[in-house]
């Protein structure tokens, strides 16, 4: 990862002396600001506006749905550009401008009545979660973090899901008493003020460019480095980590990953559609978030103390029972509820352990260079699965195949994780 400051970065705010390392905490600030507020705010909550929308304008499923696939698919094609992007200019004001473009894409949505201006919304979405929902996040954290990387990605995705879960609720409310539009219009004027301060504030691109340590640096490592901020780093290079079958491997489960936690945007409908109730269905968005919270600090913690292996096995086997019990849950609203929080630690997976799994198997010494591909293979099955779950229920009138996916690619996740970390490092350890 590239560790020289860029033209334009302001004057370091703090000595090495001052704050030092500890301004990684708000390095995590920044990351809630451009990427847990206006995912959590909009981006886990529009499974809620969904049914509203084609009660209102009578489209089916899949068209109502259709930007939820342009969007990750625009975003895999623009990752690579925007990893460029990021390395070339001074990545606050890069995340200032995405982030208040996503908002102010997401206020003209409260006034949209043609399709076309949801498949351009999507298009503008895509756009602009390539530099902030899979990408920058890690890569920050990476740079800024020598120990406790695993809990700064459990901090941030964690209040992504606590703010989801307040949110959703609050949208069914504000849909029930003034209409989605309303609903979304203080939505977006939310996610555009809010993390367009914080991301200007606190985003900056390392160490290096401030004359500080990484978090949990040792001071003999920054004594013998060349450059303030730097530290000894080791790793894969992109060619290695290409040659590797884990590389391609650890791409396939992180996808796994996000096909398994876009799931929860269909359970409202779900559980609309089925003797629970919509009532039943809003709340378990919430209970999923929830489950989310504690399943990111948990495993970022566990990520951390006994590695991402582990970990990982542990969040897959907790995503496939507890899809499992919400699948066999019939009528019971209490099984059901269980299920979903214990789903909410497997939705966890995809914001922490596919990062350390990249972290863990293929070092940082190139960090951002490996894990943009590994966002790129994110997104384009998170394209892939708005439009898997839409076109499962217009085929068959109902969600059983959706659940039976699912638990499937979470069991199989369990069993490729260890083949990642025990192969990934045989690339790059010997070199």
């Known amino acids: 990862m590239t560790t020289n400051a860029t033209p334009g970065n302001l004057a370091p705010l703090a000595p090495k002396t001052g704050l030092g390392s500890n301004y990684a905490w708000l390095i995590v600030v920044a990351c809630i600001g451009f990427y847990a507020i206006p995912v959590g705010v909009v981006g886990n909550t529009s499974g809620v506006f969904l049914t509203p929308v084609m009660k209102e304008t009578g489209w089916d499923r899949t068209t109502a749905s259709l930007y939820m696939t342009l969007q990750p698919w625009v975003a895999a094609l623009c990752t690579p550009f925007a990893a460029k992007i990021m390395a070339k200019y001074n990545p606050r004001w890069v995340l200032t401008i995405t982030a208040a473009l996503y908002g102010l894409a997401t206020i003209w949505t409260a006034y949209a009545t043609q399709p076309w201006e949801w498949h351009a919304y999507g298009v503008i979405y895509g756009i602009c979660c390539s530099f902030f929902m899979f990408f ?7 740079a800024w973090f020598r120990k406790g990387a695993g809990v700064a990605l459990g901090v941030a995705g964690a209040t992504l899901s606590l703010i989801a879960a307040l949110c959703s609720p609050w949208a069914q409310s504000m849909i029930a008493t003034s209409g989605w539009r309303s ?23 390392d160490p290096a460019s401030m004359g500080v340590l990484p978090y949990g640096a040792e001071a003999q490592s920054a004594a013998s480095s060349d450059a303030p901020g730097a530290s000894v780093q080791d790793g894969a290079t992109l060619d290695q980590a290409r040659r590797s079958f884990s590389f391609y491997l650890l791409i396939l489960v992180a996808g796994f990953f996000v096909l398994c936690a876009a799931f929860f945007q269909q359970i409202p409908s779900f559980a609309a559609t089925g003797p629970l109730g919509a009532a039943a269905g809003a709340l378990a968005v919430s209970i999923v978030m ?3 919270t504690i399943g990111k600090f948990l495993l970022g913690w566990m990520s951390d103390k006994i590695g991402s292996m582990a970990t990982g096995v542990f969040a897959a086997l907790c995503g496939a029972l507890g899809v499992a019990m919400a699948f066999f849950s019939g009528a019971n609203v209490t099984v059901f509820y269980i299920g979903m929080g214990i789903f909410g630690i497997g939705f966890a997976a995809l914001t922490v352990v596919a990062p350390m799994l990249a972290r863990e ?13 590994v966002s790129t293979g994110i997104f384009i099955f998170s394209g892939a699965a708005a439009l898997i779950y839409a076109q499962i229920f217009d085929l068959t009138k109902k969600f059983d195949a959706a659940f039976i996916l699912v638990i499937v690619m979470y069991v199989l996740t369990a069993v490729f994780i260890p083949i990642i970390v025990k192969n990934a490092r045989k690339s790059w350890a010997k070199a």
């Open 361 to 373: 198997g293929f070092g940082t010494a190139n960090y951002s260079d490996i894990y943009q591909w």
């Open 136 to 142: 920058a996040v890690p890569t920050l954290i990476n």
């Open 183 to 205: 609903a979304r219009l203080v939505f977006g004027i939310i996610i555009t003020v809010i993390p367009t301060i914080l991301t200007a504030l606190f985003v900056r691109r």
């Open 290 to 292: 929830i489950g989310s």
